[in-house]
């Protein structure tokens, strides 16, 4: 059975993407153009260095060196403006039922996610104490679908990658746990997350049935 579990943030535990969402805009419209909502669901799961690329793509901008790293730090401050204002009123529904149930169990909980601002959200909404390990933007190099993320998280838990299940909302999150050889929890729409092992809209469809099968 599954020994460790390892959670995403944004997307399954909290729903940073709206703030994502209100930072990057704020950059494109300063640049003089629209960053809509669509345009935002190619950033989900996405490196912020990648983002701006996307977004620069988007505008039809190039950049200097310097103005690029001026851009990426004037979002995440813009970003951390929103972030500051967050509180366990933020959880996604049902999430604590689930990381409460697993760790009454005495099983081990990871944080796999790209934000370099994982630690901060995580206390922010007083979910910090749940996680044995965060593995997060500062500690990876390979964005998902590569499986780095996770396989770091399934070692520093001490847990082989095949004892491990993910939650994913995102499908290149869906794919580097399917890369690492783990079990694939899908949260969110199952049309775009089909490759994954499990499906749910969210942690209220999940039961406690549904883990003790998986953990036994
Ligand atoms: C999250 C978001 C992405 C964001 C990335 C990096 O991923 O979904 O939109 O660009 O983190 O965030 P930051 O700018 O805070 O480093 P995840 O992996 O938690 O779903
Ligand atoms: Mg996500």
Redesign the pocket.
């Known amino acids: 059975g599954v020994k460790a579990f390892i959670f995403?943030?944004?997307?399954?535990i909290v729903d940073?993407?709206k703030y994502?969402y209100l930072a990057w805009k704020n950059l494109a419209n300063q640049l003089g153009f629209e960053f809509t909502l669509e345009q935002n669901e190619l950033?989900?799961?996405?490196?912020?260095r990648?983002?701006l690329e996307i977004l620069l793509d988007i505008g039809n901008f190039t950049a200097s060196t310097e103005q690029f790293e001026r851009w990426l730090i004037e979002?995440?401050e813009d970003?951390l403006a929103y972030i500051e204002k967050m509180d366990s009123s933020e959880i996604l529904p049902d999430v604590p039922k689930v990381l409460s149930y697993l760790k009454s169990k005495g099983i081990p909980l990871a944080l796999?996610?790209?934000?370099?601002?994982?630690k901060a959200i995580l206390e922010k909404v007083s979910l910090l104490p749940y996680f044995d390990s965060l593995v997060?933007?500062n500690s990876v190099t390979k964005a998902?679908p590569n499986p780095e993320?996770f396989l770091i998280g399934a070692s520093n838990l001490g847990v082989s990658p095949e004892d491990c299940a993910v939650f994913e909302?995102?499908l290149a999150?869906i794919e580097a746990a399917n890369n690492a050889e783990m079990v694939s929890i899908g949260i969110g729409d199952k049309k775009i997350l089909s490759e994954a092992d499990y499906n749910f809209n969210d942690f209220t469809e999940i039961d406690i049935n549904f883990l003790d099968r998986l953990i036994s």
């Open positions: 995403d943030l944004d997307g399954v940073t993407a994502h950033f989900k799961g996405v490196s912020r990648r983002c979002k995440n970003y796999g996610s790209a934000s370099k601002n994982a997060d933007g998902k993320v909302d995102a999150g």
